[in-house]
Each structure stands twice: as C-alpha cells, then as structure tokens.
C-alpha cells in the first residue's frame, strides 16, 4: 500500500486495488483518516484513487473557478456552492470530488443535517460543477470524469484544460460542447452564471 511519503513525493495519482469483500464507505473513510494530505477518490469498482495536494498554480485556478462559482451561488441563494474539499456519492458506487460545484438547498433539505455532516452518507449529485485540470492530468481521463458525472445525473460539467486554454461542456441532455481559447462559459442550467476564463488562464 502506498504511503504518506509516496503521496509528498510523487507527482502522480496513486491508485489502490482492495482484495477481497469490503465496506465501501468504511474503506473509504479509512483511507482519508489514513492520508489526509491527499485527495481521495474512489472509483464504481471499488478502487481507491490518491492524489497528491495541489500546488500553488493549480489551486489557484481551481480556486479562482470556485470563487465565481461562490459569489454567483450567494447573490442566487437558491442553493450552496463547494468547493475541492467536498466528496459525492455517486449511484454506481464512486466517490468523486469536484473542484467547485453547486447544488440546490432543497436537494439538501431533503438529505437532513445529519448526512450532510459525513462524507459517505449523502446520495444526491450537483446540479453543476467544475473540473479543472492540474499540469499531472490526462485529458482523455478528466472527460471521462465527466461522463461519469454526467451518467450520475449532474445536469452540467464544465472541464477546463488551463494548457491549452479549453473549456470542455458536458450536458445531460447528451451535448457537447468544445470552445479553443475560451473566454468565458456561459451555463446553461444557472440562471446568469457565466464562468469567467481569463483568471483561470492568468500566467504569472
């Protein structure tokens, strides 16, 4: 199993393969007891998925796109912006954790404070969210992400590729959308929210 030393020195995502029959919220809040310095993930197989923390480029782009998400959600306050540190349960059994995401407060209501204190017992998906890509990420496994979210039932997934300055728009409806040097996103399922680019490209 890989360690905490793995984690701080490895630039890349470790992926850890359970033997046997597990508890999937059990093992998955071990896991996050065990590395706390690192984002934990878990995949519809079981797979525990460990990545290192963030550096400071790719936190403030993550961060930047949350910040908007943020102060649209409270000028909304229909609902409650999140940011990287949060963790979803997906219907096939993952565990993902968005950037930034947005869902409505009567979807959280309904889930009652007590499974919003945990990490393991909510089961609804956001409305919308963000992905953004660190320098370490595969595009091809990043628009999977998407996908997956996408079959989870979130209604808009927005991946943003700080390289080459693409935005990548997913939908439930099934659509598709590509925008080279993208200077903004406009969604299509929060009412004036417009994701501005150009902080999220800013090179120092």
């Given at each position: ?23 999937r ?44 998400l ?44 007590a ?8 089961r ?26 996408i ?19 997913y ?34």
């Open positions: 199993m890989a360690t905490a030393a793995d984690l701080l020195y490895t630039p890349a995502t470790i992926t850890i393969t359970p033997g046997g029959c597990f508890d919220d059990a093992l998955f809040e071990a896991a996050c007891e065990l590395y706390p310095e690192a984002k934990v993930e878990m995949d519809a197989e079981g797979n525990i998925i460990l990545t290192p923390g963030n550096s400071e480029d790719s936190a403030f782009r993550s961060g930047e796109a949350f910040g908007q943020r102060d649209w959600a409270r000028k909304d306050g229909t609902g409650r912006a999140f940011d990287a540190s949060v963790n979803f349960n997906l219907p096939s059994g993952a565990k993902r954790q968005p950037d930034a995401a947005w869902v409505p407060k009567t979807v959280l209501q309904m889930e009652g404070a499974n919003l204190r945990t990490a393991t017992k909510t609804h998906v956001p409305v919308f969210l963000i992905e953004v890509m660190s320098p370490s990420d595969k595009l091809p496994n990043q628009q999977a992400k998407c996908v997956e979210w079959e989870a039932g979130v209604k808009e997934a927005v991946l943003l590729n700080p390289d080459t300055k693409t935005a990548y728009v939908r439930l409806d099934g659509s598709y959308e590509e925008i080279p040097d993208a200077v903004a996103v406009e969604s299509t399922v929060l009412p004036g929210f417009s994701l501005d680019c150009g902080p999220i490209w800013e090179e120092l």
